[in-house]
C-alpha cells in the first residue's frame, strides 16, 4: 500500500497543456466583453434579467396606474367569494 499523503502530493498538481497564447485569449474573451453582450450568450440569464426589469417597472410604476384601488379597502366586496365581478 503506497503512502497516502505522497500520492495526494503527486496527483493534485495537474498541468494545463493548452499554450499561453490559448489561455491568454481566453482571458481576455472572458473580461474584455461587456455585460450585455454577456447576457445575449446566455439566453436563462437574459430571461431572468428582463424579468427583474419587468418587476422593477411594476413595483415603480403600479400604484400611479392602479391609483387609489391599489392601497384602499374594498368593504362592500369583503364577503364576496374570491374572483367575483358583482363589485366591479
Known amino acids: 500500500m503506497s503512502d497516502p499523503v505522497n500520492n495526494a502530493a503527486n496527483t ?8 499561453i497564447e490559448a489561455q ?5 474573451v472572458r ?3 461587456p455585460w450585455w453582450r454577456l447576457l445575449a450568450r446566455d439566453r436563462l ?3 431572468s434579467a ?5 418587476l422593477l417597472v411594476c413595483v ?7 391609483g ?3 392601497t ?12 367575483s365581478t358583482e363589485q366591479g
Not at 415603480?60 to 392602479?66: A, D, S, V, Y
Not at 379597502?73 to 369583503?78: E, K
Open 68 to 70: 387609489k384601488a391599489a
Open 24 to 28: 491568454a485569449e481566453m482571458v481576455t
Open 31 to 33: 473580461v474584455g466583453l
Open 12 to 19: 493534485a498538481v495537474i498541468a494545463d497543456t493548452r499554450s
Open 60 to 66: 415603480m410604476f403600479g400604484p400611479e396606474f392602479l
Open 50 to 54: 428582463v424579468w427583474l426589469a419587468f
Open 72 to 83: 384602499d379597502i374594498n368593504l362592500r366586496a369583503r364577503n364576496l367569494p374570491p374572483g
Open 45 to 47: 440569464a437574459l430571461c
